[in-house]
């Protein structure tokens, strides 16, 4: 249903869901605990004051237990929010509309960052925070896993509208794809810095950015649609990898 291959979170398409024995019971219990303790302590005080050997002991797995699976407490942050993340953006992409106009499908597919974002603000404000110079441990590159195909999709969008005649630019529609994702992400924290966190005024503010971004692309009859609504039992789009060469590995990923 136009989804990225799930290749992109390190599954194959094909794989099938596999009898668990006791180990991977344990295994998958101590991390439901750890996710869990890692959210209530990072949620409940500063993230300096927080502690690994804190959360460990909440979780009642031993703090080398923890580290097997996030590499430090920044990567705790990024174990909370990668399973709610991954699930968002396929959720989104299985909305989107060939007849939809650009803004209203990018509106769609940026949504959902918002609406986790009002029901988790403090976590999400540490997030982005820890994201912005530090990339390294396991959790923090599956987080950047997703954010890449949210990247994708954005530039798939930029691509399909250009070959619909949507758009008109002779601009690299993988680069349009990243600089339309930056643009949200700035307007996101921005959002997130005032409450309270009304989503219809992020979605609003986002909206006016993206068509100052887009306006000297948009045809006559693209600028004249500009309503949200998605009827449902359209065709979705068949959103994919789009960038044959990942944004990021051009030095352009964004933080």
């Given at each position: ?22 180990r ?59 399973d ?60 950047l ?17 250009i070959?619909s ?73 068949k ?5 044959k060469?990942?944004?990021?590995s ?6």
């Open positions: 249903l136009g989804m990225i291959p799930n290749e992109t979170h390190g599954m194959k398409a094909d794989s099938k869901p596999k009898i668990q024995g006791r991977e019971i344990n295994r998958l219990d101590k991390l439901d605990r750890i996710r869990a303790a890692a959210r209530k302590v990072l949620a409940s005080k500063s993230y300096d004051e927080a502690t690994t050997r804190e959360i460990a002991k909440l979780a009642g797995v031993a703090l080398g237990t923890l580290f097997l699976y996030a590499d430090d407490k920044r990567d705790l942050l990024f174990l909370v929010v990668n709610d993340l991954e699930r968002i953006v396929v959720n989104a992409e299985k909305m989107l509309s060939p007849d939809n106009a650009l803004i209203d499908n990018l509106i769609i597919l940026f949504r959902p960052n918002y609406e986790f974002c009002e029901r988790n603000p403090n976590l999400m404000r540490l997030v982005l925070r820890e994201l912005t110079f530090y990339e390294s441990g396991k959790q923090a590159q599956r987080y896993q997703t954010r890449q195909r949210l990247i994708n999709n954005s530039a798939w969008l930029v691509r399909e509208a070959a005649s949507k758009i008109e630019t002779g601009e690299d529609p993988d680069y349009i794809g990243w600089a339309l994702f930056a643009l949200m992400q700035a307007e996101l924290r921005q959002w997130l810095r005032t409450a309270p966190h009304d989503v219809a005024r992020g979605m609003a503010q986002l909206r006016r950015a993206l068509r100052l971004v887009l306006s000297n692309m948009l045809v006559r009859q693209d600028e004249q649609r500009g309503s949200e609504t998605f009827v449902s039992g359209r065709k979705p789009l959103a994919g990898a789009v960038a060469q990942p944004i990021a051009r030095g352009r990923g964004v933080r």
